[in-house]
């Protein structure tokens, strides 16, 4: 297996009140050459952490906050320090987040050149009135360009991320951008039900009875429209938030949905490996705090390493998330035996259950959960924690 | 001092009052002017010694104090002060505790005039022949009415109160004039220290160390250490180990007397073996006979108590054991149910104290426990003739083996403003009750004489009849006898599957309401499953209300990913966390508060 890297760019030029990734609002250039120095001298420290395997990297992820407000010469000291560091001969997909808006043609030239050959676009909708309502900087028109600015570009491998279930936005708007997004024919495509979460905007609006959650019976049927227009449309459903055209998944992130060691560098970002004794899970992170990053300031936190129950129970509330869902013969290789033998009896019973009501799969092979499951999933995933 | 000028410095006395009249707070002042307590010691209302007493407002467990006061004569004299429970569903420890005293002290609150519980209380004072001595208390607040407090004293129980001490127990304003009133107003006990012995167990209450501690009042005769005592209802045997008084802890003395208040320790296991109300005399010379009264406790209402997590048996077994110890009106034993497995069968003086002794459980034991709808016990006589007390609804044999079903049916005393006659008319008519005499005890108080099937009012009647009267209506009630009736057993299906423990007997003309509220509730109780489920009441085969639980749509985390899986697990095992205190019927899971939910009834509804 190999190694992913995920790099956090914690800046943004305005906060959307949806989101709970941690960014900055900061125009200070000084402030981003800083943070790339400390962030070049982290991942050259990295070389003495805990690893199993001497693995080189395969995917290079740059997420946000907003990426795109890097410089190309932020960005060549960050792809020279992993190259150094790592070796990035290896490396298959090199994705970045951009946002419309905040990139033009040259932009993404660079950043092509730079090595980038994925992009992550976050258009959120086709809509300019849900736009607003998102607080998203950009408009329609604005995803139209980066698209068609990220073809020319030479980029072949482009992700669009849209949102729904938001208070205001009506069947019809989701449908209209679904269909333009189809229309642009992506490689990929991430649809996310809003969620309110805790310390954002949207959540004190929620809570103070300013904004109001979506019905779960009309963000459901949202979401299962779109499952059924994008796979009309060729699109794989391979993960609960996630579509791709054949062979395009996100390599990254299946990381995450596998159990697979990823290093994250950069404030308030996370890693997974796995111990060299033992080969269990080991999870640290970095504290979300630009301020202590720069000044030099030990911001890492180590948490408790991973016992094998933490490992097989993180491993099934991610691989559920997938459409594949488990493999029983993979279990057994990661943790030595079958997975209702793990799990138990009473697991077993609760997820027959949930077979029976057609919101889960088992077979001989694997077992599964459904796109009804996905609706669920959190109850499913919980027989598992 | 000789034995007769000892006792003639002796008061045995209670304090009798309506809840929330100042019983308590009277009892405080009281331990606090004659010093037993500095000041600095003083707990609020120092005798209601369990915090769920002081929580309530209410006296559960009686609670005894010897109080050493020196009277402005210069003489010295011992009150022992005899606490009384203040609720209905402990009439009998009250009329027990009343037989150990001489006199009694009445506090009426004279912002609120008497109360039904005042009157109650009062004829079990006169039944025990005692002196009562009139109080009029909350002096201090604005809205006192004295005068026409005692004009209602004087009118409805027919005391001369015109030398009745007005004071503020809160304040202590006048209770150095009643302590001096206590010495001329209660009559000194008498008896005779050479007699056999001949004592009241008033009191009983469980020990780890020293066994079950009787709280007696001695009537005659005397008690030591080794003398070998005799309980006379069942004949039991015991050696003394120790006497002494309450004071209010132990203090441990030679003998004790006739006259006197004190405990008697015995190395008796259980307090089931020491009962209220029962005489003890010395074996090898016993007293010719008993003192009148003894009465062996009746459960009223029966549940079924429930470890909520099922390997929690032997600990819930173990907990009610205790709690057996130290009361003796408190009954268990075993049973099943389908739906909630290993249990059981507990009896309580009624609703009240099945809510203290779950209360119990869950703060003393840390137990959570499910309670299965409370039921009296109701007498089925069967086609062939034999006669069932039935304490579990479930247990209820086939209709077609039913000849009839009787149930208990209680005489209700009820004293309201005449404002709210209309409203509880109208109550008491709904709970099927047969009004027998209205009197007014005064132009604006009415004392209302209902037969009320027990069953109706165990459930909220009391719940229902103060918030009808606005906290002014109070009720006493006690069994009167069986009756034939037309009842039936309401059943309760979740997702099609009966759930015994909600099964219930109703009368026959309440079914189709209480039916629909049962649904009602549970869908508002029972979380969202993966598929609907539909809750049904039903007797026999018959639906006669249904109620649907919609199946979930959503619960998703859809962004998954920056690596931060452990905040998503964190939430999943929050999840999992809030699943585990919900049982699981058949398919369907239910959380503990279904069970508590249904009993509420709403009058709203």
């Known amino acids: ?385 | 001092m000789d034995h007769k000028e000892h006792i003639d410095h002796i008061r045995n006395f209670s304090i009798i009052a309506h809840i929330d009249h100042g019983k308590s707070t009277l009892a405080d002042r009281m331990i606090e002017k004659t010093g037993l307590v500095a000041e600095r010691d003083m707990k609020e209302q120092y005798l209601d010694n369990m915090d769920l007493e002081r929580e309530r407002g209410i006296t559960i467990k009686l609670q005894t104090t010897r109080l050493v006061y020196k009277s402005r004569s210069g003489d010295e004299y011992i009150f022992n002060l005899i606490d009384t429970p203040g609720h209905v569903d402990f009439n009998y420890e009250v009329s027990r505790s009343l037989a150990a005293c001489e006199g009694a002290v009445l506090v009426v609150d004279a912002t609120q005039g008497v109360e039904a519980q005042t009157l109650a209380n009062v004829y079990l004072a006169l039944d025990e022949d005692l002196e009562i001595l009139p109080v009029l208390n909350k002096i201090d607040l604005a809205s006192a009415r004295p005068d026409e407090t005692k004009e209602e004293i004087e009118e409805m129980i027919g005391l001369d109160c015109e030398n009745a001490p007005l004071i503020s127990a809160k304040t202590g304003q006048g209770v150095d004039e009643l302590l001096e009133r206590l010495i001329t107003d209660i009559p000194a006990p008498d008896g005779d220290p050479d007699a056999p012995l001949k004592a009241l167990i008033f009191d009983s209450k469980y020990d780890n160390y020293l066994g079950v501690i009787i709280y007696a009042r001695i009537f005659d005769g005397r008690v030591k250490k080794g003398d070998i005592i005799r309980m006379m209802s069942t004949g039991a045997k015991y050696e003394v180990t120790e006497v002494g008084y309450c004071a209010p802890g132990l203090v441990p003395t030679n003998e004790l007397f006739a006259g006197e208040v004190g405990y008697i320790c015995g190395s008796i296991k259980q307090v089931a073996d020491a009962r209220v109300g029962d005489t003890v005399t010395i074996d090898s010379r016993p007293c010719a006979e008993a003192l009148p009264g003894y009465k062996k406790v009746q459960s009223m209402v029966y549940c079924g108590i429930y470890p909520a997590e099922g390997e929690k048996y032997e600990a819930v077994k173990d907990a009610l054991e205790k709690l057996q110890v130290n009361d003796a009106a408190f009954r268990f034993e075993p049973e099943t149910s389908q739906a909630l497995g290993y249990g059981f069968r507990c009896g309580f003086l009624g609703l009240l104290h099945m809510e203290i002794i779950v209360e119990r459980l869950e703060r003393e034991f840390d137990l959570a426990v499910i309670t299965t709808s409370p039921s009296v016990i109701y007498k089925v006589v069967k086609t062939d003739g034999e006669v069932i007390m039935l304490q579990n609804p479930s247990n209820l044999p086939k209709p077609q083996e039913i000849d009839h079903i009787e149930e208990p049916m209680v005489k209700a005393d009820i004293m309201i403003p005449n404002d709210y006659v209309g409203a509880i008319m109208d109550l008491c008519q709904k709970r099927r009750g047969t009004m027998l005499k209205m009197e007014y005890l005064t132009p604006t108080r009415v004392l209302l004489h209902y037969d009320l099937p027990l069953n109706e009012v165990i459930y909220d009647f009391f719940d229902a009849l103060k918030s009808k009267t606005r906290g002014y209506g109070s009720l006493e009630y006690e069994f009167d006898r069986y009756e034939k009736s037309n009842l039936v057993k309401l059943d309760i299906m979740l997702n099609r599957e009966l759930v015994d423990a909600f099964s219930m007997i109703v009368h026959e003309s309440n079914a189709y309401q209480r039916g629909r509220f049962v649904c009602e509730k549970l869908k508002e109780v029972i979380p969202m499953h993966q598929f609907e489920v539909p809750i049904q009441a039903a007797i026999g085969q018959k639906i006669i209300a249904r109620e649907t639980i919609r199946a979930y749509r959503k619960d998703v985390i859809a962004k998954c990913y920056g690596g931060d899986i452990s905040r998503k697990k964190k939430l999943l095992e929050k999840q999992k966390e809030g699943k585990k205190r919900m049982r699981q019927f058949g398919t369907v899971e239910v959380p503990q508060e279904a069970f508590t939910a249904v009993l509420k009834y709403d009058e709203n509804k």
């Open chain 1, 1 to 385: 297996m190999s190694l992913g890297i995920y790099v956090h760019v914690p800046f943004c030029l305005s906060k959307c009140p949806y989101c709970d990734f941690y960014s900055v609002v900061k125009r200070d250039e000084d402030l981003k050459d800083k943070y790339t120095d400390r962030l070049v001298r982290e991942i050259r420290e990295s070389a003495g952490l805990p690893r199993s395997g001497r693995t080189r990297p395969d995917t290079l992820y740059l997420g946000g906050g907003t990426p795109s407000l890097l410089s190309a010469k932020h960005l060549d000291r960050i792809i020279g320090a992993v190259d150094e560091v790592f070796g990035s001969d290896e490396i298959k997909e090199f994705t970045m987040e951009v946002n419309p808006g905040s990139v033009d043609l040259k932009k993404l030239k660079d950043i092509r050149a730079a090595g980038v050959n994925r992009l992550s676009i976050g258009v959120q909708s086709f809509d300019d009135q849900v736009l607003r309502k998102l607080g998203r900087l950009h408009k329609a028109e604005d995803c139209l360009r980066v698209m068609d600015d990220g073809r020319k570009a030479g980029f072949g491998n482009i992700s669009l991320d849209l949102m729904f279930g938001i208070e205001g936005q009506s069947f019809g708007s989701w449908s209209d951008s679904l269909r333009t997004a189809i229309e642009l024919e992506p490689e990929h495509l991430s649809l996310y039900s809003l969620e309110f979460q805790e310390g954002t905007v949207f959540t004190r609006l929620l809570k103070e009875g300013k904004m109001k959650e979506t019905d779960p019976e009309d963000d459901r049927r949202m979401y299962e429209t779109a499952h059924d227009e994008l796979e009309r449309a060729g699109y794989k459903h391979y993960e609960i938030s996630n579509f791709a055209r054949e062979g395009l998944r996100s390599m990254h992130n299946m990381k995450y949905w596998s159990l697979q060691e990823y290093l994250g560098f950069g404030p308030g970002a996370h890693s997974y490996v796995k111990r060299e004794d033992s080969g269990l899970g080991q999870r640290f992170y970095n504290r979300p705090d630009l301020e202590g990053y720069v000044t030099g300031q030990d911001v890492r936190v180590i948490s408790e390493p991973n016992d094998i129950s933490d490992d097989a129970s993180e491993f099934m509330i991610t691989a559920l998330r997938l459409t594949e869902g488990v493999s029983k013969e993979e279990f057994r290789d990661m943790f030595g035996v079958g997975v209702w033998d793990f799990f138990g009896d009473v697991a077993r019973l609760k997820f027959g259950s949930f077979v029976k009501t057609g919101h889960a799969l088992e077979d001989e092979e694997r077992i599964a959960l459904t796109l009804k499951g996905f609706n669920v999933s959190n109850r499913i995933l919980s027989i598992f924690v």
